[in-house]
């Protein structure tokens, strides 16, 4: 069952934030998507140290040899273990941290909003993860294009609340059985 | 999978927004006009890009971005991609487009050149026209702007008029 959802802008400032409980732990919750967006900043640091490698080797080209390439090789170092998967720059960022009750998982979008889950689920498929994101950032992404919405604002469109909750109680019905 | 609008109502609303900002709203201060032109592009281009960048995964640098806008983000509002992009690499990109979907139905008003007094050197109607099609351009520097804004760059956007329809767009990222 998916307990909270969240957006969250560029400037990691919050745009919508809902969660699904009886209880009351709203609290909580909004602390557990607080301390996820450290982990989602270190996932796009590590992207961007890419960057940072591709410049230095632009940089050997032109001279000051030996520093450049020790720089490349303190990126390359920090970077490898990121090479090796495959999916260095994917919105989906998978499962971020597992506490002793939640899972929160994570998506950064191109205009670096961040997307965040919390579910109770112990086991989560990748595909309903990933399918509900799809959902859910199509959602966002219409609320935002409505005129009336000024960016950076909280959204507080009923239709985008009432269909991120149709969203959330789909959440692993359609392939669960 | 996305809806459509008829081309000829957006070509339709771009000369009235045009007009009711030129020659109404600010018909005596033709800087505040462009720059609320520019703004109302601001705003679309930056819902676009939220919304055409949907799919993708995240860009890695600049030329990236901008590879984007000419190729895809150009073909969804246009119909085509830019013919031209050059760069000095040092965050200074020039994006032409030989045949500008917004200008290329736009003439220079003959009357202006014949009923022009003889006085009125043909130098300033001609000037006077490419002051007109200025105008139009504000909005589509704004989307450009917006959009590219909205991926995390922050840029100077001015548009040049060759010879009509061709145009190009000069994107000065700041640093």
Known sequence: MIVCVAVVGHQNNPL????????????????????????VDERGLLSRHTV???????????????????????????????????????????????????????????????????????????????????NFHAAYVDAVSNPFHVPGK????????????TIVKSFGLSSGS | MGREVSESCVE????????????GFYADKPELAARRIEAIGFQVGHQLSERYTMDRPRFTD???????????????????????????????????????????R??????????????????????????AIGMHLYFPCGIIRGALSNLGIPCAVSADISNLPACSFVIRIKA
Request: charged residues 25%; hydrophobic residues 40%; proline residues 2%.
């Open chain 1, 16 to 39: 919508y934030i809902q969660s699904f409980t009886e209880a009351d732990d709203a609290l909580k919750l909004h602390h557990i998507v607080h301390c996820s967006l450290d982990v």
């Open chain 1, 52 to 134: 940072l490698v591709k410049f230095d080797s632009g940089v050997v080209l032109c001279g000051n040899k030996k520093k450049a390439a020790a720089d490349g090789a303190v990126y390359s170092k920090l970077n490898n273990p990121k090479k090796s998967s495959p999916t260095l720059n994917e919105t989906f960022l998978g499962l971020l941290y597992p506490t002793e009750n939640y899972k929160v998982y994570g998506y950064l979008t191109n205009t670096k909003v961040k997307l965040i889950l919390v579910t109770t689920d112990l086991d989560v498929r990748d595909a309903d993860v990933r399918n509900f994101f799809r």
């Open chain 1, 154 to 165: 909280k959204i507080t469109s009923r239709t985008f609340a009432e269909r991120v909750s």
């Open chain 2, 12 to 23: 339709s609303l771009l000369t009235e927004i045009v007009s009711s900002y030129c020659n």
């Open chain 2, 62 to 104: 600049h030329l990236e971005a901008i590879k984007f806008i000419c190729k895809d983000f150009w073909s969804e509002v246009f119909k085509k991609q830019i013919d031209n992009l050059k760069t000095n690499h040092r965050g200074t990109f020039v994006l032409q487009d030989n045949r500008f979907r917004w200008l290329s």
């Open chain 2, 106 to 131: 736009m003439s220079v008003d003959p009357s202006i050149e014949t009923l022009g007094s003889i006085q009125d050197p043909s130098a300033m109607a001609e000037n006077k026209a490419a002051q």
